[in-house]
């Protein structure tokens, strides 16, 4: 089976994005990627948006990047998802099946060794056996940002934020997308 030139670009991205972050000493892994988030992007817990300013956003891939980048943690944190591959419709997510649970795991535990492992959600938690953040979307910004401080050694000071600030901007990002 031929690859498409789509497929051939996230390929792409993936990889450089794996390349820079070859270094990192903290392993995020979540569920799955999103419908609109690396589904579309190639690289984890990231919007198109986020990569080339235009496209569809999501609300977690905001959230996740904005709280890496204020605790001055995004160029040492590799982020990666349990199903590494979307489950699902364009238009919608789903659970992640056993069998794609199991069928992933030999890439994280790759990705992990030499690396803190900290599992973002219950999904990720219960595949890896990693320590437990709270996922950031529905409400759980301050949460997600409170559990990444905590395991990344205690943190430095840093400018404090309001999640529901996050939130909101997550929203703005989205909105042009629904909007008729």
Same mark, same amino acid.
Request: glycine share 12%; with cysteine; aromatic share 6%.
């Given at each position: 089976?031929?690859?498409?030139?789509?497929?051939?670009?996230?390929?792409?991205?993936?990889?450089?994005?794996?390349?820079?972050?070859?270094?990192?000493?903290?392993?995020?892994?979540?569920?799955?990627?999103?419908?609109?988030?690396?589904?579309?992007?190639?690289?984890?817990?990231?919007?198109?948006?986020?990569?080339?300013?235009?496209?569809?956003?999501?609300?977690?891939?905001?959230?996740?990047?904005?709280?890496?980048?204020?605790?001055?943690?995004?160029?040492?944190?590799?982020?990666?998802?349990?199903?590494?591959?979307?489950?699902?419709?364009?238009?919608?997510?789903?659970?992640?099946?056993? +069998?794609?649970?199991? =069928?992933?795991? !030999? %890439?994280?535990?790759?990705?992990?060794?030499? *690396? &803190?492992?900290? /599992?973002?959600?219950?999904?990720?938690?219960?595949?890896?056996?990693?320590?437990?953040?709270?996922?950031?979307?529905?409400?759980?910004?301050? +949460?997600?940002?409170? =559990?990444?401080? !905590? %395991?990344?050694?205690?943190?430095?000071?840093? *400018? &404090?934020?309001? /999640?529901?600030?996050?939130?909101?901007?997550?929203?703005?990002?989205?909105?042009?997308?629904?909007?008729?």
């Amino acid at each position: 089976m031929r690859e498409g030139p789509r497929a051939r670009l996230l390929r792409r991205r993936l990889a450089g994005y794996l390349a820079e972050r070859g270094h990192a000493r903290f392993l995020l892994v979540g569920e799955a990627p999103g419908y609109r988030g690396a589904r579309v992007s190639g690289v984890p817990f990231t919007s198109e948006r986020q990569v080339t300013g235009a496209g569809p956003a999501e609300a977690t891939a905001t959230i996740v990047r904005a709280t890496l980048e204020e605790l001055e943690l995004e160029d040492d944190t590799l982020c990666w998802n349990v199903v590494p591959t979307h489950p699902g419709t364009e238009t919608a997510n789903r659970r992640p099946t056993r +069998a794609e649970i199991e =069928g992933g795991s !030999r %890439f994280h535990e790759q990705l992990a060794r030499g *690396r &803190r492992l900290l /599992a973002v959600g219950r999904v990720a938690e219960a595949a890896t056996g990693a320590a437990y953040v709270r996922h950031p979307s529905h409400g759980g910004a301050e +949460a997600f940002r409170s =559990g990444l401080l !905590r %395991f990344a050694a205690g943190g430095r000071p840093v *400018r &404090r934020f309001h /999640a529901k600030d996050l939130e909101r901007k997550a929203w703005r990002d989205r909105a042009p997308l629904v909007r008729r």
